[in-house]
């Protein structure tokens, strides 16, 4: 799965304002509305059940919250880079401050793994982070995300 079918310049946001885990996921259902139409509180509640499970706080300051939705087409992804790391219960216990979401379509199922695996893999990577971590542009994070670097 190529990363560059995930995001676009336009869902990459290097500099999110949040002070709590619930806000950020409140602030990405804002952001996502616009792009896949459903309202702001269904996604953030979506986002909120995942979180009930699990945290998807995958450490080193890495979040990939993710959920599904029924009528989703395809699999749609948001990078954000909070402007001050924020406390997200992850497993590591540390603050989180890069956060790839990934809305994904009820019936994803092997592609919704695929998604998951492919922004794992890059975010696992601690020299991506560094460089994710020292811009503020969108074009440098989408050049950093969909590099050869991070295939």
Do not use: W
């Not at 999110?16 to 804002?30: M, V, Y």
């Not at 793994?113 to 994710?132: F, G, M, N, P, Y």
Request: hydrophobic fraction near 40%; glycine fraction near 6%.
């Amino acid at each position: 799965m190529d990363i560059s079918n995930l995001i676009n310049i336009q869902s990459i946001f290097p500099s999110l304002k949040a002070t709590s885990k619930k806000q950020i996921l409140q602030e990405l259902g804002n952001i996502a509305n616009k792009h896949i139409g459903y309202e702001p509180f269904e996604i953030a509640n979506v986002l909120m059940e995942r979180e009930r499970l699990g945290s998807t706080g995958v450490g080193h300051g890495v979040a990939i919250p993710h959920g599904r939705f029924s009528e989703l087409k395809q699999i749609f992804g948001i990078f954000a880079k909070l402007e001050k790391p924020v406390s997200y219960d992850a497993i590591d216990d540390q603050p989180v401050d890069l956060i790839f979401l990934l809305l994904v379509p009820e019936q994803a199922g092997a592609d919704h793994l695929k998604a998951l695996a492919k922004v794992s893999r890059i975010l696992r990577d601690q020299t991506i982070c560094e460089q994710l971590r020292g811009t503020n542009s969108s074009d440098a994070i989408f050049a950093i995300l969909t590099s050869q670097q991070a295939a």
